[in-house]
Structures are given as C-alpha cells and as structure tokens.
T-cell receptor, first 118, second 110 residues
Framework: GAVVSQHPSRVICKSGTSVKIECRSL??????MFWYRQFPKQSLMLMAT?????????EQGVEKDKFLINHASLTLSTLTVTSAHPEDSSFYIC??????????????FGPGTRLLVL | DAKTTQPNSMESNEEEPVHLPCNHS???????IHWYRQLPSQGPEYVIH???SNVNNRMASLAIAEDRKSSTLILHRATLRDAAVYYC???????????FGTGTRLTIIP
C-alpha cells in the first residue's frame, strides 16, 4: 500500500520554542494532506486540510497562527507548532489522500509524531 | 456528517473470526463506509471501504446490510497483531475529510 512517513517520530522541546514536523508521501503524489492531533485515550481530531500550493484550511477552534502548515510540494507537508506550551503535548498524525480510482479515494496515515513540551 | 455507532470494546480468541459491527442508520446514498484501525502508538491504518456491495481484500471483509444502515468488518482469523482500535467512518463522495469516532477496542486473547 501507499506509504506516508513522518519526521521526527518523537520530539521533546522547551516551552516557548517552535517545532517542525514533516509529513512525506513516499510512493505517490498527494494533492491533499491532513493533520490530526490525538490526546491520550482520545480519538483523532482533524486540525487542518492542506492542499499543495495553497493555504491550509483549519478546523474550527484550531489557531492557524500557532499551527503553521506548509504544503510546498506534492509529497511534502510540514506542521510547525509555534511557541509550544505543555498543553500542545500530543500525538500529531498526518495523512495523505490518494486517488485509487476515479470515484474512490483513500487516505493513508503516517506513523505519528509524539510531541512533549516541557 | 452521518454518525456511526460502535461497541466500545470487544474480545476475541486468537485464530478465530471476529465480527466488528457498526450502525449508521442515517447514512445517505453517497456515503462510503470506511474502516481504519489504529495499533498502539501508531497512525491509523486503512483496512477496507465500500459503498453498497460486500468487499473483500487481503486484510478483511466488509459486509454491508441491504438497507446500508449497518455494516460488519470481518477479520477471518484473528491474530495478536490485530489488537487495535477499529474505526468505522462514513464519508460522502466529494468530502475529503474523515471524522473519527471513538471506535471499538479489540482485544485478542491468546
């Protein structure tokens, strides 16, 4: 199946610093990528939808100035958590959409990045 | 988005079939039924999806009720590696987003 990678897999940073997370589709082109956040024992919550070459669309309640998303190419999207605080500690997961057939689409997910802000 | 209802948890013995139910009584004609699973500390993994007809792939089978108000994910022979949270998600054609519910936590008993 299609492969999506994330880097880093885990990161620990000090409060107030910024952290960049990369999401890459390794064997397919992804015009659309998604960013999710998952707190312990909770389900995934969609943060934003990222389309190549255009601005990301953020879900209600997600601060676009805090979570900067860049989708510069068909295989790479980045999420930057700016001025991170302990409450931003979470499991961040990206996914990339691939079109299997004309009317069928499937998302493939990355392995996730665990962020711990001290 | 139409909503799905799944049991919070299920248990099954290793090497036996597992039937994971999902109710979606408000499904519309253009809603696809998707199943993903999430192993501990990993991103979700695509399992299967369908619209009206039953579907089979190397991982599982998807049985869709004739009225489409429910579906069942079938793992034919569970292994310990199938222990995960299984999410049943409806996505209407043209909508890119997947909305995750709480899913079913499947425990496999050796």
């Amino acid at each position: 199946g299609a492969v999506v990678s994330q880097h880093p897999s885990r990161v620990i940073c000090k409060s107030g610093t910024s952290v960049k997370i990369e999401c890459r589709s390794l064997d397919f082109q992804a015009t659309t990528m998604f960013w999710y956040r998952q707190f312990p024992k909770q389900s995934l919550m969609l943060m934003a939808t990222s389309n190549e070459g255009s601005k990301a669309t953020y879900e209600q309640g997600v601060e676009k100035d805090k979570f900067l998303i860049n989708h510069a190419s068909l295989t790479l999207s980045t999420l930057t958590v700016t001025s991170a605080h302990p409450e931003d500690s979470s499991f961040y997961i990206c996914s990339a959409r691939t079109q299997l057939a004309k009317y069928q689409e499937t998302q493939y997910f990355g392995p996730g990045t665990r962020l711990l802000v001290l | 988005d139409a909503k799905t209802t799944q049991p919070n948890s299920m248990e099954s013995n290793e090497e036996e079939p597992v039937h994971l139910p999902c109710n979606h009584s408000t499904i519309s004609g253009t809603d696809y039924i998707h199943w993903y699973r999430q192993l501990p500390s990993q991103g979700p993994e695509y399992v299967i999806h369908g619209l009206t007809s039953n579907v089979n792939n190397r991982m599982a089978s998807l049985a869709i009720a004739e009225d489409r108000k429910s579906s069942t994910l079938i793992l034919h022979r569970a292994t310990l590696r199938d222990a995960a949270v299984y999410y049943c998600i409806l996505r209407y054609f043209g909508n890119e987003k997947l909305t995750f519910g709480t899913g079913t936590r499947l425990t496999i008993i050796p």
